[in-house]
T-cell receptor, first 114, second 109 residues
Framework: IAGITQAPTSQILAAGRRMTLRCTQD?????MYWYRQDLGLGLRLIHY???????GKGEVPDGYSVSRANTDDFPLTLASAVPSQTSVYFC?????????????FGPGTRLTVL | GQNIDQPTEMTATEGAIVQINCTYQ??????LFWYQQHAGEAPTFLSY??LDGLEEKGRFSSFLSRSKGYSYLLLKELQMKDSASYLC??????????WGAGTKLIIKP
């Protein structure tokens, strides 16, 4: 593994189903983030974690949950998917959570909820 | 509220220079980032400004004016591979990034 990986690459999901998007980084970064990217809108922060064992809510957290049991993994769970959660999801990490910390992005997961 | 504004789309010619503007309004300010995103790919970091002035990095330069809430990304000697979206993001007082919708740059031969 080099950098950040996400799985799956893409997924079509029936509304009401539960889904976990996986994110793993091997850079030993403390901070990790989940964003969604929709056409015509900027990246929007869903949840973040400044260090293992802590998480926080971003701009659009409703319908999503996260956990950070260790430094490397930061899964995002949709408890009961709805069509408005159709989006491209990016996981990112940075060495620290303070100023001037470049965020490195995973390749993204394209999720379609029908 | 917090807001980042940048043009939706710009067109330029190969070999030319293009300037992509960004205005920002954030709760507190901890710097301004520019990222490049090719279609279907992840964003990649280009530059960071926290002090007023110009930062030059090869063909790319980024400028910041904190008093005007304004930044621009300058791309010189444009190449076809520069065709991408350019994302402006301001870091607020909580060290969270507020993102613009991106400027799609189309390079014509």
């Amino acid at each position: 593994i080099a950098g950040i990986t996400q799985a799956p690459t893409s997924q079509i999901l029936a509304a009401g189903r539960r889904m976990t998007l996986r994110c793993t980084q091997d850079m030993r970064h403390n901070a990790m983030y989940w964003y969604r990217q929709d056409l015509g809108l900027g990246l929007r922060l869903i949840h973040y974690s400044n260090t293992a064992g802590t998480t926080g809510k971003g701009e659009v957290p409703d319908g999503y949950s996260v956990s950070r049991a260790n430094t490397d993994d930061f899964p995002l769970t949709l408890a009961s998917a709805v069509p408005s959660q159709t989006s491209v999801y990016f996981c990112a990490s940075s060495a620290l959570s303070g100023a001037y910390n470049e965020q490195f992005f995973g390749p993204g997961t394209r999720l379609t909820v029908l | 509220g917090q807001n980042i504004d940048q043009p939706t789309e710009m067109t330029a010619t190969e070999g030319a220079i293009v300037q992509i503007n960004c205005t920002y309004q954030t709760s507190g300010f901890n710097g301004l980032f520019w990222y490049q995103q090719h279609a279907g790919e992840a964003p990649t970091f280009l530059s960071y400004n926290v002090l007023d002035g110009l930062e030059e990095k090869g063909r790319f330069s980024s400028f910041l004016s904190r008093s005007k809430g304004y930044s621009y990304l300058l791309l010189k000697e444009l190449q076809m591979k520069d065709s991408a979206s350019y994302l402006c993001a301001g870091m607020d007082s909580n060290y969270q990034l507020i993102w613009g919708a991106g400027t799609k740059l189309i390079i014509k031969p």
